[in-house]
C-alpha cells in the first residue's frame, strides 16, 4: 500500500512539472492566457509556480493579481532575486494607478516605498543580477527624493551595469542622459549601443523613444 502511495505521489509530481515547463513555455511565446491554464497555480504553494503566475499577471496587467501571488512567493522563497525583482515591478506599476491621498501601503505613495525596498532586496541578493539593478536605478533616477530618488545611486548603478553588461550599461545611461534632456550624450550612448550590438532588438525602440522626447523638448522650448 504505502508503495502504492509513493508511486502516485511521485507520478503526480512529475505530471505537475511537465505542467509547469509547459506553461514556461507558452509564457516564453506570450500566450499568457494559455500560460495561466496551463500552470493551475491557484492554491498552490510553490514559489516558482507562483513567481511565474506572477509575471503573467504582471504582463496581463493585472497588477494587483501578480502582487499577491508574488508576495506570497518572497515568503516562500525569501532569498529569491528574481522573485523580489517581479515584486518590485508590479509595485512599481500599482503606485503608477493606485490613489495619491495618503501613506498607506495600499496607496501609491505607500506601493512606491515597497518597490524601493523589494528592487533593493533583490540587488542585495543577487549583486550581479542586471535586471534588478537597471530597474533600481530607474527607480532612483525618476521617484522624488522623499521616496528615496537619488540621481547619485542612479548614476553608481549604471556604472556597475555597465561593468558587467556593457551593452545593457548604456541602454541605462542613455536613459539616464535623455531624463537630464543631455540628449547629445543619451545618442552617444546609442551609438555605442549600435556598434557593440547592431542586431539589438531595443535600439530601434530607444532611438525612436529619444527622437520623441528630442521633439517634445524642442516644443516646450518654443512654447
Not at 503573467?56 to 525583482?85: H, K, M, V, W
Not at 547592431?198 to 521633439?215: G, H, N, R, V, W
Request: one cysteine or more.
Amino acid at each position: 500500500m504505502f508503495r502504492v502511495v509513493v508511486l502516485a505521489a511521485i507520478s503526480a509530481a512529475l505530471l505537475w512539472a511537465g505542467d509547469l515547463e509547459r506553461a514556461r513555455q507558452l509564457y516564453q511565446r506570450t500566450e499568457y492566457e494559455a500560460a495561466l491554464q496551463a500552470l493551475g497555480a491557484e492554491g498552490s504553494q510553490d514559489a516558482r509556480v507562483l513567481l511565474l503566475a506572477g509575471q503573467i499577471y504582471y504582463q496581463l496587467g493585472q497588477y494587483e493579481d501578480a502582487l499577491e501571488r508574488l508576495e506570497t512567493a518572497s515568503q516562500l522563497e525569501p532569498r529569491s532575486t528574481e522573485i523580489f525583482l517581479w515584486l518590485g515591478r508590479s509595485l512599481g506599476q500599482r503606485a503608477k494607478t493606485a490613489s495619491h491621498f495618503s501613506l498607506t501601503e495600499t496607496t501609491a505613495l505607500g506601493y512606491a516605498r515597497r518597490c524601493q525596498k523589494a528592487l533593493a532586496r533583490a540587488v542585495e541578493l543577487d549583486a550581479k543580477n542586471v535586471e534588478a539593478m537597471s530597474a533600481l536605478a530607474s527607480y532612483y533616477l525618476e521617484a522624488p527624493g522623499f521616496l528615496g530618488g537619488d540621481p547619485g545611486k542612479a548614476e553608481k548603478l549604471a556604472a556597475q551595469i555597465a561593468a558587467l553588461a556593457p551593452v545593457k550599461g548604456q541602454y541605462v545611461q542613455a536613459r539616464m542622459a535623455t531624463w537630464r534632456k543631455d540628449f547629445s550624450r543619451a545618442e552617444g550612448h546609442l551609438q555605442q549601443v549600435a556598434e557593440m550590438a547592431p542586431d539589438s532588438p531595443k535600439l530601434l525602440f530607444t532611438q525612436a523613444e529619444l527622437y520623441i522626447q528630442q521633439k517634445r523638448n524642442l516644443e516646450e522650448a518654443r512654447a
